[in-house]
Antibody, heavy 126, light 108 residues
């Protein structure tokens, strides 16, 4: 079964760039059936979708973060990555990667994230 | 609107039925997806689409949609169902993913 694992520094200095990688195992990252997403959760808060990437490299980002976010994919390594620039303490969060699937029933679409990585806490501090 | 709205907290007596709701304009065009999150853990998928429950999720979890409101129903709530529940859907452009603010379920 597909498993995802986040990796990267747990501490980033203010104004620098946060960089995380998600390693995908047990399945192909190059499947045209999935998107690959990053999601974060600020301490004690809800979930916030950051953006996704397709195996082709097509991306879409949350407009609220778009100016600072880059998501890339390396199919040869079965990894996709997140870069978030100019970070502040407000970017301190648990960052998750997840597989993003889409389905259709009775004329309506739906998407779901499954599986998720275990999450990695990134603290932004000066 | 590009938001999904959930009640912050709901409680239910052990063994009783509880409904967790999610409101948003996007739900007229997209089914909601529901996630359960327990403290210190990653969210897990509990229901998606019109009628899809992942393997391993008890059949006491069900979901429905009416106009711009989606509901997750737990019939016969158990102590282990105490958790935060999040709804999610695409926005009306189909490009973004929205999350509700989450509902904290307490089983009394």
């Amino acid at each position: 079964q597909v498993q995802l694992q986040e990796s990267g520094p747990g501490l980033v200095k203010t104004s620098q760039t946060l960089s995380l990688t998600c390693s995908v195992s047990g399945g192909s990252i190059s499947s045209g059936s999935f998107y690959w997403s990053w999601i974060r959760q600020l301490p004690g808060k809800g979930l916030e979708w950051i953006g996704y990437i397709f195996y082709s490299g097509d991306t879409y980002y949350n407009p609220s973060l778009k100016s600072r976010v880059t998501i890339s994919i390396d199919t040869s390594k079965s990894q996709f990555s997140l870069r978030l620039s100019s970070v502040t303490a407000a970017d301190t969060a648990v960052y998750y990667c997840a597989r993003d699937l889409t389905g259709y029933t009775s004329g309506l679409a739906y998407n779901w994230f499954d599986p998720w990585g275990q999450g990695t806490l990134v603290i932004v501090s000066s | 609107s590009s938001e999904l709205t959930q009640d912050p907290a709901v409680s239910v007596a052990l063994g009783q039925t509880v409904r967790i709701t999610c409101q948003g304009d996007s739900l007229r065009n997209y089914y909601a997806t529901w996630y359960q999150q327990k403290p210190g853990q990653a969210p897990i998928l509990v229901f998606y689409g019109k009628n899809n429950r992942p393997s391993g999720i008890p059949d006491r979890f069900s979901a429905s949609t009416s106009r711009s409101t989606a509901s997750l129903t737990i019939t016969g709530a158990q102590a282990e169902d105490e958790a935060d529940y999040y709804c999610s859907s695409r926005d009306n452009t189909g490009n973004q993913v929205l999350f509700g603010g989450g509902t904290k379920l307490t089983v009394l």
